[in-house]
């Protein structure tokens, strides 16, 4: 069965590394928000233009799952009505669904962003 994999969790939590290890282990293709800000707009740092970014990731997730691909989404997915509005668009399809929360302590994220940053 086709796979959904969504990753939940801050900045700098470590959802990317954990994308990379599910996408090899589960032959799955990952869908970033910080891949797609870089590619439309040259800069992962742009973040008021999160309607025109999501709406293209949701576009290419959608077709990639409708291609047969397993599909990992690689953002925060932090608020929860954005998460279940996805999850009912996704309905469609007759995919596993499964979500990974990344809980990395703060501090830790803090870190990692400057480490990320520098």
């Known amino acids: ?42 800069d992962v740092n742009i973040q008021d233009k999160n309607e025109e970014v999501f709406r293209e990731l949701h576009k290419r997730i959608k077709l990639d799952l409708s291609n047969g691909k397993n599909v990992i989404m690689d953002s925060t997915n932090l608020n929860y009505k954005k998460r279940k509005a996805l999850l ?3 309905k469609k399809f007759n995919i596993q669904k499964e979500c990974y929360l990344v809980a990395t302590p703060y501090e830790k994220c803090l870190e990692q962003n400057r480490k990320k940053s520098a």
């Open 1 to 42: 069965m086709i796979k959904f994999i969504q990753m939940i969790g801050i900045v700098a939590s470590g959802k990317s590394s954990i994308a990379e290890q599910l996408a090899l282990k589960e032959n799955a293709v990952i869908h970033s928000s910080d891949a797609l800000r870089i590619e439309l707009f040259g």
């Open 88 to 90: 009912e668009e996704l």
